[in-house]
Nanobody
Framework: QVQLVESGGGLVQAGGSLRLSCTAS????????MGWFHQAPGKEREFLAA????????YYADSVKGRFTISGDNADKTVYLQMNNLKAEDTAVYHC??????????????????????WGQGTQVTVSS
């Protein structure tokens, strides 16, 4: 089974930037979409952004549009999350996820956790105000 490893988290001041990376333990063609979620203390995990590899279409939560950018390497199935203009409320553990189900999926359905089947352990992002 493919494992996902996130990196790039850390402490940053409000208004600053971070770039998160998520790499798979092995290259596999059975990876059809990837997404980023975050979970703040005491809150449910929330969707941030997703990319579908078949057409490299992307989708963002309203809360991060214009601030975060998802990108990736289709060959390596590595995904990045560029986060700009960070706010204190962005403080959370950031998880990447992969969808290995080959059934084609509507891009707007990639905001639902149940449409992913592989998750990373997460990387902490702390934004100081």
């Amino acid at each position: 089974q493919v494992q996902l490893v996130e990196s790039g988290g850390g402490l940053v001041q409000a208004g600053g930037s971070l770039r998160l990376s998520c790499t798979a333990s092995r290259r596999t063609s059975s990876n059809y979409a990837m997404g980023w979620f975050h979970q703040a203390p005491g809150k449910e995990r929330e969707f941030l952004a997703a990319i579908r590899w078949s057409d490299e279409n992307t989708y963002y939560a309203d809360s991060v549009k214009g601030r975060f950018t998802i990108s990736g390497d289709n060959a390596d199935k590595t995904v990045y999350l560029q986060m700009n203009n960070l706010k204190a409320e962005d403080t959370a553990v950031y998880h990447c996820a992969a969808r290995t189900n080959p059934m084609r999926i509507y891009i707007f359905a990639l905001d639902r956790e149940r449409n992913y089947d592989t998750w990373g352990q997460g990387t902490q992002v702390t934004v100081s105000s």
